[in-house]
């Protein structure tokens, strides 16, 4: 084999090993883009849970409140009906 041979079978297993370095690279980029997408996506949810966590929590006392205010104004009710009376 003459030095051309060898240099030209060199550069051609170079080259072969590049394609397939070049093609796990680009396949491990398309793998972090779907896992980044994926990831997004599962923090937007955990948002919106928390949201909704936050809005259950505080709707109890809103609900609380309301009865309280009710309860004030018929008591309120049953004095004024008992002095008028």
């Given at each position: 084999m003459s030095?051309?041979?060898v240099i030209n079978h060199r550069l051609d297993t170079a080259e072969a090993d590049i394609k397939i370095l070049y093609k796990k690279v680009?396949?491990?980029t398309l793998s972090q883009v779907t896992s980044n997408t994926k990831l997004d996506?599962?923090?937007?949810?955990?948002?919106?849970?928390?949201?909704?966590?936050?809005?259950l929590k505080k709707r109890p006392s809103w609900l609380w409140d309301r009865v309280v205010?009710?309860?004030i104004?018929?008591?309120?009710?049953v004095l004024v009906n008992t002095f008028l009376a």
């Open positions: 030095d051309f041979e680009n396949d491990v996506s599962m923090l937007l949810t955990l948002g919106e849970m928390k949201e909704s966590i936050e809005t205010v009710a309860l104004g018929a008591i309120c009710g």
